[in-house]
């Protein structure tokens, strides 16, 4: 079989620098993206289809197509978005991701990669240092569609011997694409006004933490997953990198701009990030893939500033 990679959801915040990343590993013509909306940087590099995420027959016939071998499933809708549209969120969330089992119970793909998110836990998670296994009591329709999902990919893994990879991503920042639409997006927000305006209004109260990820972090955590040989007992991984407070974040950004201004108008999603961990647990991936992160809140802040400029 052709070990060509699919990419559903791939114009996405993470889908899009996974596709680049895959791509310059694999080869463009072995990594497919496809997303409900065009992306100009992925048709460039390479083969692109317009694709619905919750279309499984539309799904089948890419993978035939290109004789795909894998599938990493990034196609969601985020916490904020979803809070809107409760119905649509858990019909997007839940069916692409039954659709992609489904065919992996079938043989028709070998491997899938499916994200979940540090949404899964709740109020009732311990939040510091919050472990591979705990209780999971998520109060946004977007953390109760990854539990749910988690629960499904353990469930064709033990039940048809599915190979289905997952993370916990934690809120993940890039210069590259712009935030979705999830309650971690100030982080990414702060360092474009910083430079475009000097200051900025937060909507979550500054001693706010966190857990958050640079996105070449979770891009190498995610093809080190899909690569590892890993215990038959995991489906979805806690991963961490650093975690900090907008006060935090703000402080690490006036470094090198001094006159930087940052204020606080804290909205909705104060409340669903007081539901989600301060920091994550991370041993389990430590210790069955040998996982790493390699950038600080500092090496964070000078790369998207440089960049940014």
């Given at each position: 079989m052709n070990n060509c990679k699919l990419i559903i959801g791939a114009s996405g915040q993470i889908g899009t620098e996974l596709t680049v990343h895959l791509r310059q590993i694999y080869g463009n013509s072995s990594v497919i993206a496809s997303d409900i909306k065009e992306s100009e940087t992925l048709m460039k590099s390479g083969t692109f289809e317009l694709l619905d995420a919750t279309d499984k027959d539309a799904i089948r016939n890419i993978i035939e197509k290109y004789d795909i071998s894998e599938v990493y499933l990034m196609a969601a809708m985020l916490s904020v978005t979803a809070e809107k549209y409760p119905k649509k969120a858990w019909d997007l969330n839940m069916n692409s991701l039954l659709h992609i089992?489904?065919?992996?119970?079938?043989?028709?793909?070998?491997?899938?990669?499916?994200?979940?998110?540090?949404?899964?836990?709740?109020?009732?998670?311990?939040?510091?240092?919050?472990?591979q296994k705990t209780i999971m009591e998520p109060t946004t329709v977007y953390g109760i569609s990854k539990l749910a999902g988690e629960r499904w990919c353990a469930y064709y893994k033990s039940k048809y011997n599915v190979d289905v990879r997952s993370?916990?991503?934690?809120?993940?920042?890039?210069?590259?694409?712009?935030?979705?639409?999830?309650?971690?997006?100030?982080?990414?927000?702060?360092?474009?006004?910083?430079?475009?305006?000097?200051?900025?209004?937060?909507?979550?109260?500054?001693?706010?933490?966190?857990?958050?990820?640079?996105?070449?972090?979770?891009?190498?955590?995610?093809?080190?997953?899909?690569?590892?040989?890993?215990?038959?007992?995991?489906?979805?991984?806690?991963?961490?990198?650093?975690?900090?407070?907008?006060?935090?974040?703000?402080?690490?950004?006036?470094?090198?701009i001094p006159n930087f201004k940052i204020s606080y108008s804290p909205d909705f999603?104060?409340?669903?990030?007081?539901?989600?961990?301060?920091?994550?647990?991370?041993?389990?991936?430590?210790?069955?893939?040998?996982?790493?992160?390699?950038?600080?809140?500092e090496e964070m802040t000078i790369t998207m500033l440089n960049n940014l400029k």
């Open positions: 089992l489904e065919l992996a119970k079938d043989g028709v793909i070998k491997k899938v990669f499916w994200p979940s998110s540090i949404a899964v836990f709740g109020n009732s998670t311990p939040h510091v240092n919050t472990p993370l916990r991503y934690p809120g993940i920042i890039s210069w590259k694409t712009k935030p979705g639409g999830g309650t971690t997006d100030y982080a990414v927000e702060i360092y474009h006004k910083a430079l475009s305006e000097g200051e900025y209004s937060c909507f979550l109260t500054e001693n706010t933490r966190l857990p958050m990820m640079y996105m070449d972090d979770a891009v190498a955590a995610t093809e080190n997953l899909m690569n590892a040989d890993l215990p038959d007992t995991y489906t979805s991984y806690n991963i961490a990198a650093i975690n900090f407070t907008p006060h935090e974040i703000a402080k690490s950004i006036q470094k090198h999603r104060q409340q669903i990030a007081e539901s989600w961990p301060e920091s994550i647990d991370d041993s389990q991936a430590k210790k069955d893939w040998n996982w790493q992160h390699k950038f600080s809140l």
